[in-house]
């Protein structure tokens, strides 16, 4: 596992804690104004910014709710079932490794300013898991035919005042790997793309 100097990544009641690293200054990426954003940053599908913050007055990120409950699989009857099926299982740690991958960080030096104990909590639910088709794929050859699609909403909650400060989805989709690209590995990299998004995000405070 791949840290990049966070402090500590442990596994709390079903969480995943990320100590966030220190950085020098918020990355600008789209409006942390209050208000509904379409395509915001010209990346993320939709954002609503209910109450501004600062990153940086946080030292660490919970991972949790992440709800895959709700969301509609193929057919039991298709051969694409049992690849929906599976990658239930992959969709957080992978959207998890794109999020911690991509927070902002200045290593190998310490903000002592930084807000210590105060928490973030991201919260999301999966809404589409479309595993397409393989075969498309292959004889679409980068075309977009029969790509693998991911859709996630979520809020991100100041874990003290339980208020939630943004709400976001977005959809990513992939559609090109070798022979077609297997279910399994473009499910996987389509959530780590979005865990880059919501961090672009969060770096933006």
Not at 2 to 25: E, K, M
Not at 61 to 80: H, K, R
Request: charged share 20%; hydrophobic share 40%; net charge positive.
């Amino acid at each position: 596992m791949i840290a990049r100097n966070f402090a500590r990544f442990c596994l709390v009641l079903g969480s995943f804690v990320l100590a966030l690293p220190d950085n020098a200054g918020a990355a600008s990426q789209g409006s942390t104004t209050p208000g509904t954003y379409r395509h915001w940053g010209g990346e993320i599908d939709e954002v609503t910014i209910l109450q501004p913050f600062g990153l940086d007055n946080y030292s660490d990120i919970a991972v949790e709710s992440f709800d895959t409950g709700g969301v509609l699989l193929p057919n039991p009857q298709e051969n694409t079932f049992a690849a929906a099926q599976l990658a239930l299982n992959s969709i957080k740690p992978a959207f998890i490794e794109g999020f911690q991958k991509n927070l902002r960080q200045k290593p190998g030096q310490t903000n002592s300013s930084r807000g210590r104990g105060e928490t973030l909590v991201i919260r999301a639910r999966l809404t589409q898991l479309d595993p397409g088709s393989q075969a498309a794929r292959f004889w679409g050859r980068g075309l977009g035919g029969g790509s693998v699609k991911v859709e996630m909403i979520g809020e991100v909650i100041d874990a003290r005042s339980r208020k939630t400060l943004v709400r976001f989805r977005q959809k990513r989709e992939a559609g090109f790997g070798a022979f077609g690209g297997g279910y399994g590995d473009l499910f996987a990299r389509t959530a780590r793309h979005i865990g880059r998004d919501v961090a672009d995000l969060l770096n933006a405070f």
